[in-house]
């Protein structure tokens, strides 16, 4: 199968500092990488993506930054906030007719106020 | 919030006995997908579905059955049921077009096969 793994399973942040989550892939032949945040008890929210042909993508707060040479995908938040205590997983999309997203095992980011 | 519903929330059955996870959507969306999230291997896809009574396989999708009768409804069905069934199941949804993997989750099913 595919393989999407994260480099760490915890982060801990103060509230007001960036976080950086990282992620690597595997498979060269993904259409967008994605990201997934999911609160406790609840299903995964969209995030933001980005389509495999570019680099970086900014949303509000967050930009995702993709390196295709190592196979490297990173969700960057700004001014952490408790809010932003959650798991997040990156994804990989393959369009097979539908979107087949392959997802990582997550990371938990913990924000200390 | 997307307009997704899942049914039972929670269940605690029995090997060998059937199952059946109910998903509604009320966003007319073509496609509905079914996952099971574990420890230590995220999310991954059962069975996806395209249109009515149009489905697919996902990665994991051996003791799975899947239906789609109506565009609002995608059921999923364990036959008999096992206790590495034992999973958070969530369904989710994606419009007409996009390949940018925006799904919309629902808030799961908690399924416990004793």
């Known amino acids: 199968g595919e393989s999407v793994g994260l480099h760490l399973p915890t982060l801990s942040v103060q509230e007001g500092d960036n976080s950086i989550i990282n992620c690597a892939y595997s498979?060269?032949?993904?259409?967008?990488f994605i990201w997934y945040k999911q609160e406790s008890g609840k299903g995964p929210q969209f995030i933001i993506d980005?389509?495999?042909?570019?680099d970086k993508r900014q949303g509000q707060r967050v930009t995702v930054l993709l390196n295709k040479t190592v196979k490297h995908l990173s969700l960057q938040i700004a001014a952490t906030q408790p809010g932003d205590s959650a798991v997040y997983f990156c994804a990989e999309n393959i369009w097979t007719g539908a979107n087949n997203l392959f997802f990582g095992t997550g990371t938990r980011l913990t924000v200390i106020p | 919030d997307a307009g997704i519903t899942q049914s039972p929330r929670h269940k605690v059955t029995e090997t060998g006995t059937p199952v059946t996870l109910r998903c509604h959507q009320t966003?007319?969306?073509?496609?509905m997908y079914w996952y099971r999230q574990d420890p230590g291997h995220g999310l991954r896809l059962i069975h996806y579905s395209y249109g009515v009574k149009d489905t697919d396989k996902g990665e994991v999708s051996d003791g799975y059955s899947v239906s789609r009768s109506k565009t609002e409804d995608f059921l999923l069905t364990l036959e008999s049921a096992t206790s590495s069934q034992t999973s958070v199941y969530f369904c989710a949804i994606s419009e007409e077009i996009t390949d940018a993997g925006e799904l919309f989750f629902g808030e799961g099913s908690r399924l416990t096969v004793l």
């Open positions: 966003e007319n969306h073509r496609y």
């Open positions: 498979n060269s032949a993904s259409d967008y």
């Open positions: 980005i389509r495999s042909n570019m």
